[in-house]
C-alpha cells in the first residue's frame, strides 16, 4: 500500500507565497514521475506542475514564472513553491505520483487534497 501525505497548505494574501509539500511512503519501489493538479468546486482537476526524473518540468500557462515544482528523491517527496499568488490561485491542490510498486505493477495515486486560499 502506498500513500501520498500533503502539507502546507492555507491562507495567503494576494503577492504571498506558500510551499506545499507530498511525501510518498509505503510498498513503492521507485516513482517515475510527480505533480500538482488543482481543483475548484464545479470545475474539472486541471494540472498545475509535473517533474519526471528529478528534472524534467511542465507548467500550466497560469503559473509559469509564479510556481516551480521540486522533488527530493531520497526523500519521496514533491514540493510546490508558489510565489505571487492570485485570487484565481484558490483551489484545492492534489499531489500525484506514478509509482512503480514493489510487486512490479506501476499504478498512478493521488493524494488527500490540501487547501490553498488566496484572500486580502
Known amino acids: 500500500q502506498v500513500q501520498l501525505v500533503e502539507s502546507g497548505g492555507g491562507l495567503v494574501q494576494p503577492g504571498g507565497s506558500l510551499r506545499l509539500s507530498c511525501a510518498a511512503s509505503?510498498?513503492?519501489?521507485?516513482?517515475?514521475?510527480m505533480g500538482w493538479y488543482r481543483q475548484a468546486p464545479g470545475k474539472e482537476r486541471e494540472l498545475v506542475a509535473t517533474?519526471?526524473?528529478?528534472?524534467?518540468?511542465n507548467y500550466a500557462d497560469s503559473v509559469k514564472g509564479r510556481f516551480t515544482i521540486s522533488r527530493n528523491n531520497a526523500k519521496n517527496t514533491v514540493y510546490l513553491q508558489m510565489n505571487s499568488l492570485k485570487f484565481e490561485d484558490t483551489n484545492v491542490y492534489y499531489c500525484?505520483?506514478?509509482?512503480?510498486?514493489?510487486?512490479?505493477?506501476?499504478?498512478?495515486?493521488w493524494g488527500q487534497g490540501t487547501q490553498v486560499t488566496v484572500s486580502s
Open positions: 517533474i519526471i526524473d528529478g528534472d524534467i518540468t
Open positions: 500525484n505520483a506514478e509509482i512503480v510498486s514493489i510487486t512490479g505493477p506501476t499504478y498512478i495515486y
Open positions: 509505503g510498498s513503492l519501489l521507485s516513482i517515475n514521475a
